[in-house]
């Protein structure tokens, strides 16, 4: 919240409401169990002594007194780092502590009672609506300061605390969250654990990676929410969850709000009220409370987590293998497995770990996976399902697409609204054949379903995910899937909670694009640039044969231009001309080409389609993602392209359709969404939409679920920020646009008489 800057006399920090010279990015102090760890004590003397010696910052930089001392370069597994040193032969004086306290006490007060005021009218608010509130702790630093908050906010019998047990933490935490327990010995502690540990579901579901992130829902809050479902005695929980999630973490996490309902499951709000806190205001509040550190931070870790994560820094790997190495080997042992079953020869496997390239895992592509998986064939009323080696019946599953009925020998229907869908079920050696028809009578959202169901009884291993995503507990996964058919009520929360319906699933499948991927290479590796656009508007008749690109940029620019609309052949189109008058400055110009490449380009409509809002990949994760029937240097190549249309142009950072970031080697995508989209820019998307689907009326559920086209596909915009939009537009535009968004009603309407081109002529 506030500002920090380096306090000289204390050796300390200094919280300040002004904005120069402060500190920038997260600061942490510096115990002599990480200089020893180092071999800082080679070369400075030092006492050992509880209080910090010194501060760090973002890059492995470290400060005494406000001035940069020395600096950490490379590690990582099986390395530590090399110190740089700044200033030699120091002689380090502890932290004034109690000084620093009494200097920071009025702001850092005014930002507890504030905090602790938050908690209370969140409580307040949230627990009539509610079966139980917890607070999720971790043992690290930040569920500390949450959790003493909110015991000062409420009372013991308010709520409870949830530690959830990945079965991954390093010894440090188990030693924290013991210590919080006596601490606290007045609130209710429980530990909710996932039925498989860690070890187990690592070798089930694949290694985590930074696209696959199964592990935070099957070790931590579906433990959690079940483990309260236990504690309420009901078959589904609605439960209120403070959590320690800060803005400062990350760039994903700036977008969260302190309450939020739904981001993580259908039937949990999570609250935030630590998310403007900054890190140094974190560890201020520890000691002025005299609360324990997790001792993880005293060798140097920035934050505590599990042994090994596919989105910790080297710096992490490096303090963890070299402190808590037993925790850390048994899932470098899954690695070095993982690593021989994608054909890394022995003397790289530790080069593989350590740089990190196993946190790429895209898909099942180098698992095994028992010879599981799912074949579609589909003809114009049919569609069938050879589903290899189920791991559960699919007559189970499909049970939550509609009222069952069963006809003997293999054979039934499925009864979803006013259409019946005939089945048989046919067994193999090999596995199970579902053959359903009437297909040409369904929408795509039931498609989804089917294929869902599908890949679940495909792919389930009991991680009980989707069980805690049913509203009515018709769902209980044990050792088998069972669904109460009298308690279902077909909501398919279980079934779209999750690309594929199904985690492992979705960790586990081989991505497949089809053919429909081919032509990527018609780019030459160039993506659209603003100043190539603005080239092009100075005189859209010369530039075809006088401009300032080579002959490879010139070709890619030329397919840009015919798949933004804004050209035929070499003539500018009515489109373009009115995109000219707009100009390259206006974000009006770049909406209007971002939704005409989401139904021309292939790269751009892959993009929108395989890659979540509120997400961030490394570049080589999206290379994974490409069709692996596509050659590794045509998918490079694809990806580099797009890298350079969202950076050099407004598309990518301004607008946050794609943010790129560079550091080092690693460039970072940030799929963030557009927060201030203009309205004409979505009655366009709307008008486009229409075109696409020959119909001008549709509901805004299914603009949110799977539209390949529209706002929420193109611009990232939530149920709430569309409908508040929509109704504005209905509003200001009432002949182009009526909205019926009340109680169960949420259809969409415009004007058959009307054109996407002519919703330009409204403005700029």
Same mark, same amino acid.
């Not at 919280?15 to 400075?44: A, C, M, Q, Y």
């Not at 003997?408 to 090999?430: A, L, M, Q, W």
């Not at 549709?698 to 929509?726: I, K, Q, T, V, W």
């Given at each position: 919240?506030?500002?920090?800057?380096?306090?000289?006399?204390?050796?300390?920090?200094?919280?300040?409401?002004?904005?120069?010279?402060?500190?920038?990015?997260?600061?942490?102090?510096?115990?002599?169990?990480?200089?020893?760890?180092?071999?800082?004590?080679?070369?400075? +003397?030092?006492?050992?002594?509880?209080?910090?010696?010194?501060?760090?910052?973002?890059?492995?930089?470290?400060?005494?007194?406000?001035?940069?001392?020395?600096?950490?370069?490379?590690?990582?597994?099986?390395?530590?780092?090399?110190?740089?040193?700044?200033?030699?032969?120091?002689? *380090? =004086?502890?932290?004034?502590?109690?000084?620093?306290?009494?200097?920071?006490?009025?702001?850092?007060?005014?930002?507890?009672? =504030?905090?602790?005021?938050?908690?209370?009218?969140?409580?307040?608010?949230?627990?009539?609506?509610?079966?139980?509130?917890?607070?999720?702790?971790?043992?690290?630093?930040?569920?500390?300061?949450?959790?003493?908050?909110?015991?000062?906010?409420?009372?013991?019998?308010?709520?409870?605390?949830?530690? #959830?047990?990945? %079965?991954?933490?390093?010894?440090?935490?188990?030693?924290?969250?013991?210590?919080?327990?006596?601490?606290?010995?007045?609130?209710?502690?429980?530990?909710?654990?996932?039925?498989?540990?860690?070890?187990?579901?690592?070798?089930?579901?694949?290694?985590?990676?930074?696209? $696959?992130?199964?592990?935070?829902?099957? $070790?931590? +809050?579906?433990?959690?929410?079940?483990?309260?479902?236990?504690?309420?005695?009901?078959?589904?929980?609605?439960?209120?969850?403070?959590?320690?999630?800060?803005?400062?973490?990350?760039?994903?996490? =700036?977008?969260?709000?302190?309450? #939020?309902?739904?981001?993580?499951?259908?039937?949990?709000?999570?609250?935030?009220?630590?998310?403007?806190?900054?890190?140094?205001?974190?560890?201020?509040?520890?000691?002025?409370?005299?609360?324990?550190?997790?001792?993880?931070?005293?060798?140097?870790?920035? /934050?505590?987590?599990?042994?090994?994560?596919?989105?910790?820094?080297?710096?992490?790997?490096?303090?963890?293998?070299?402190?808590?190495?037993?925790?850390?080997?048994?899932? *470098?042992?899954?690695?070095?497995?993982?690593?021989?079953?994608?054909?890394? #020869?022995?003397?790289?496997?530790?080069?593989?770990?350590?740089?990190?390239?196993? /946190?790429?895992?895209?898909?099942?592509?180098?698992?095994?996976?028992?010879?599981?998986?799912?074949?579609?064939?589909?003809?114009?009323?049919?569609?069938?399902?050879?589903?290899?080696?189920?791991?559960?019946?699919?007559?189970?599953?499909?049970?939550?697409?509609?009222? *069952?009925?069963?006809?003997?020998?293999?054979?039934?229907?499925?009864?979803?609204?006013?259409?019946?869908?005939?089945?048989?079920?046919?067994? $193999?050696?090999?596995?199970?054949?579902?053959?359903?028809?009437?297909?040409d009578r369904a929408d795509r959202f039931f498609l989804s379903h089917l294929r869902a169901a599908a890949n679940k009884a495909a792919y389930c291993n009991h991680c009980r995910s989707c069980e805690v995503e049913c509203p009515t507990g018709a769902l209980q996964i044990n050792d088998t899937v069972k669904i109460a058919e009298d308690h279902c009520i077909?909501?398919?929360?279980?079934? %779209?909670?999750?690309?594929?319906?199904?985690?492992?699933?979705?960790?586990?499948?081989?991505?497949?694009?089809?053919?429909?991927?081919?032509?990527?290479?018609?780019? =030459?590796?160039?993506?659209?640039?603003?100043?190539?656009?603005?080239?092009?508007?100075?005189?859209?008749?010369?530039?075809?044969?006088?401009?300032?690109?080579?002959?490879?940029?010139?070709?890619?620019?030329?397919?840009?231009?015919?798949?933004?609309?804004?050209?035929?052949? %070499?003539?500018?189109?009515?489109?373009?001309?009115?995109?000219?008058?707009?100009?390259?400055?206006?974000?009006?110009?770049?909406?209007?080409?971002?939704?005409?490449?989401?139904?021309?380009?292939?790269?751009?409509?892959?993009?929108?389609?395989?890659?979540?809002?509120?997400?961030?990949?490394?570049?080589?994760?999206?290379?994974?993602?490409?069709?692996?029937?596509?050659?590794?240097?045509?998918?490079?190549?694809?990806?580099?392209?797009?890298?350079?249309?969202?950076?050099?142009?407004?598309?990518?950072?301004?607008?946050?359709?794609?943010?790129?970031?560079?550091?080092?080697?690693? %460039?970072?995508?940030?799929?963030?969404?557009?927060?201030?989209?203009?309205?004409?820019?979505? *009655?366009?998307?709307?008008?486009?939409?229409?075109?696409?689907?020959?119909?001008?009326?549709?509901?805004? #559920?299914?603009?949110?679920?799977?539209?390949?086209?529209?706002? $929420?596909?193109?611009?990232?915009?939530?149920?709430?920020?569309?409908? &508040?939009?929509?109704?504005?537009? +209905?509003?200001?535009?009432?002949?182009?646009?009526?909205?019926?968004?009340?109680?169960?009603?949420?259809?969409?309407?415009?004007?058959?008489?009307? +054109?996407?081109?002519?919703?330009?002529?409204? &403005?700029?």
């Amino acid at each position: 919240m506030y500002d920090i800057l380096w306090d000289r006399e204390t050796g300390g920090i200094l919280l300040t409401e002004s904005k120069s010279e402060v500190i920038r990015g997260e600061v942490r102090p510096v115990f002599f169990e990480e200089l020893d760890l180092l071999g800082f004590n080679r070369h400075w +003397s030092y006492a050992q002594v509880e209080e910090p010696l010194l501060w760090a910052t973002p890059g492995r930089r470290y400060f005494y007194r406000g001035e940069l001392v020395a600096e950490a370069k490379g590690g990582g597994f099986f390395e530590p780092p090399e110190i740089e040193f700044h200033e030699k032969n120091l002689h *380090l =004086q502890p932290v004034k502590v109690k000084t620093m306290l009494a200097k920071n006490s009025l702001l850092l007060e005014g930002l507890v009672q =504030q905090t602790i005021e938050s908690i209370w009218d969140t409580y307040k608010k949230y627990r009539p609506k509610v079966d139980a509130a917890a607070v999720a702790f971790s043992g690290g630093k930040d569920s500390l300061v949450l959790l003493d908050l909110v015991q000062r906010a409420l009372s013991p019998g308010e709520f409870v605390v949830i530690f #959830s047990d990945t %079965t991954m933490e390093i010894s440090a935490t188990y030693d924290a969250v013991e210590k919080a327990r006596q601490r606290w010995k007045h609130l209710y502690f429980y530990t909710a654990r996932a039925e498989k540990d860690a070890q187990t579901t690592w070798r089930e579901f694949g290694p985590p990676s930074r696209v $696959h992130r199964w592990c935070c829902t099957v $070790h931590k +809050s579906v433990p959690t929410l079940l483990c309260l479902r236990e504690l309420v005695g009901k078959p589904s929980v609605k439960a209120l969850v403070f959590d320690g999630v800060r803005w400062e973490e990350s760039l994903m996490r =700036q977008k969260y709000s302190l309450v #939020s309902e739904g981001s993580k499951h259908n039937t949990q709000i999570n609250a935030s009220p630590l998310l403007n806190w900054s890190s140094g205001e974190i560890f201020l509040y520890l000691f002025k409370r005299n609360i324990f550190f997790n001792r993880a931070y005293r060798y140097g870790l920035v /934050r505590v987590g599990c042994a090994v994560c596919p989105l910790s820094s080297k710096w992490t790997n490096q303090i963890t293998w070299l402190v808590f190495r037993n925790e850390v080997d048994k899932f *470098l042992a899954i690695l070095r497995d993982y690593a021989r079953q994608k054909n890394v #020869s022995e003397n790289e496997i530790e080069k593989f770990i350590k740089e990190r390239e196993w /946190r790429v895992r895209a898909g099942g592509r180098d698992m095994d996976t028992g010879g599981t998986g799912v074949l579609e064939t589909s003809g114009k009323k049919t569609v069938t399902f050879f589903i290899r080696r189920p791991r559960e019946e699919w007559v189970e599953w499909a049970k939550t697409l509609g009222s *069952l009925v069963r006809e003997g020998d293999g054979r039934g229907r499925i009864e979803n609204g006013s259409v019946g869908y005939p089945f048989r079920i046919k067994r $193999h050696d090999e596995g199970v054949e579902v053959s359903l028809r009437n297909i040409d009578r369904a929408d795509r959202f039931f498609l989804s379903h089917l294929r869902a169901a599908a890949n679940k009884a495909a792919y389930c291993n009991h991680c009980r995910s989707c069980e805690v995503e049913c509203p009515t507990g018709a769902l209980q996964i044990n050792d088998t899937v069972k669904i109460a058919e009298d308690h279902c009520i077909h909501c398919a929360a279980c079934l %779209t909670f999750v690309e594929k319906g199904c985690l492992a699933a979705k960790s586990l499948a081989i991505s497949r694009g089809g053919t429909g991927l081919k032509g990527l290479n018609r780019y =030459q590796t160039f993506g659209m640039r603003k100043a190539w656009l603005e080239e092009y508007f100075r005189d859209p008749e010369k530039w075809w044969y006088e401009n300032s690109l080579g002959n490879r940029q010139f070709e890619a620019m030329r397919v840009w231009l015919r798949e933004a609309e804004i050209v035929t052949g %070499t003539r500018i189109t009515l489109l373009g001309e009115r995109l000219r008058e707009w100009g390259t400055e206006n974000p009006l110009t770049w909406a209007v080409i971002w939704t005409n490449l989401a139904r021309n380009s292939i790269l751009v409509d892959w993009y929108l389609h395989n890659v979540p809002w509120d997400s961030s990949y490394l570049k080589e994760e999206l290379v994974e993602l490409l069709d692996e029937n596509l050659a590794k240097r045509s998918r490079e190549n694809a990806i580099t392209t797009l890298v350079g249309l969202l950076r050099d142009t407004p598309l990518g950072g301004e607008l946050g359709l794609g943010i790129v970031q560079t550091k080092g080697k690693l %460039t970072t995508i940030t799929k963030r969404g557009w927060e201030s989209v203009p309205a004409l820019a979505v *009655l366009y998307s709307l008008y486009r939409y229409a075109e696409r689907v020959g119909r001008h009326g549709f509901s805004l #559920s299914e603009l949110l679920n799977g539209a390949p086209e529209g706002p $929420h596909a193109l611009f990232g915009l939530s149920r709430d920020r569309l409908a &508040g939009m929509l109704r504005a537009i +209905s509003s200001r535009w009432e002949r182009w646009l009526s909205v019926e968004l009340v109680r169960d009603l949420d259809n969409i309407y415009l004007d058959q008489s009307r +054109s996407s081109i002519e919703v330009l002529e409204l &403005g700029g």
